[in-house]
């Protein structure tokens, strides 16, 4: 049976530059998937001009429905997966006039939420030897550097569960709803706080991994750095292909050289 890899969000950015790069190196299918079918297609194609050959599906990871289909398709199709990369993202610009709360939904719902959603789908079917790779940010250490001591602590506690995670994150919303979240210890920050949710989230999943029957399934997340993309309104000089490095080595890590730890620039850094 085939390997396979899946790739979410990635129709453009650092997610398609992993895509590119795992098509080079990967040893079976990799998925591109895209919310918006025409862009992965667009995007697909794009790279079959180049002579490289990904597959394509649908996959909006914060529809129930979306995912579930991929699920099935790859259960149908392949029995499981071997590596997940969750990349899909988004964050307001900084000029955004959007109201703080409704940012703290959104942001939270794709970035935390949306990867939470989509790794329950996933992660029972990796096969061993499955690498998983959370595409998060040190904007997030940066948030929780914001946070109050009491707040630090509790995302800082290896031994947090998830269902404490949750709590604290559907907080973080209800308070920003109100402006009253950073009187309540979190940052000002409605992406800083998604993916502080993030990197707490992979910590969880690497622990949960540890228990796991299945060997050597390694967990662990990555800043990319701030790169030219359209999140970031393409004013870094560091590409998109710079930021996917990690994100493709953290792919291929060897059995026991890391789990539940955040990198950058192919390095374990704090959080
Ligand atoms: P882009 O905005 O270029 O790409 C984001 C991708 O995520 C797009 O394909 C987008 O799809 C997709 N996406 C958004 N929401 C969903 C959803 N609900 N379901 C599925 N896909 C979705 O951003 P980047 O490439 O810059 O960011 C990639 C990742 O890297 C993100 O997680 C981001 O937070 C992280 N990151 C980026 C940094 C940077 O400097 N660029 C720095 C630190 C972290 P669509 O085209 O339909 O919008």
Redesign the pocket.
């Known amino acids: 049976m085939s390997r396979v890899a899946v790739v979410?969000?990635?129709?453009?950015?650092?997610?398609f530059e992993i895509v590119r790069g795992l098509c080079k190196q990967f040893d079976g299918i990799v998925y591109l998937?895209?919310?918006?079918e025409k862009?992965g297609q667009e995007a697909v194609q794009k790279l079959k001009s180049e002579g490289l050959n990904p597959s394509f599906h649908q996959?909006?990871?914060?529809n129930e429905q979306s995912f579930q289909a991929l699920k099935q398709h790859l259960q149908d199709k392949h029995g499981g997966l071997d590596v997940l990369v969750n990349?899909?993202?988004?964050?307001y610009s900084g000029a955004d006039k959007t109201p703080f709360g409704i940012q703290a939904v959104d942001s939270l719902g794709?970035?935390f939420f949306?990867t939470m959603a989509i790794s329950k789908a996933l992660l029972p079917m990796v096969r061993p030897h499955g690498r998983v790779v959370n595409?998060?940010?040190?904007?997030g250490t940066m948030s929780l550097k914001k946070c109050s001591a009491k707040l630090q602590a509790r995302f800082r506690d290896r031994g947090i569960q998830e269902e404490e995670l949750v709590t604290l994150m559907n907080k973080f919303i209800e308070t920003a709803k109100n402006g009253k979240h950073v009187e309540n210890g979190f940052s000002d920050s409605a992406y800083g706080m998604s993916?502080v949710g993030m990197t707490v989230l992979t910590f969880i999943q690497a622990r949960e991994m540890e228990k796991d029957p299945r060997e050597d399934i390694l967990v662990n997340c990555l800043?990319?750095?701030?790169?030219n993309?359209?999140?970031?309104g393409n004013r870094?000089e560091r590409t998109?292909a710079d930021?996917a490095d990690t994100a493709i080595f953290l792919a291929f890590i060897k059995p026991k050289e890391s789990q539940g730890q955040m990198f950058y620039e192919r390095k374990p850094i704090e959080f």
């Open positions: 979410t969000g990635s129709n453009k950015g650092i997610g998937t895209a919310r918006n862009l996959l909006d990871i914060t990349n899909a993202g988004f964050a794709i970035n949306g595409v998060s940010s040190r904007i993916k800043c990319p750095g701030w790169c993309t359209d999140m970031t870094f998109a930021g």
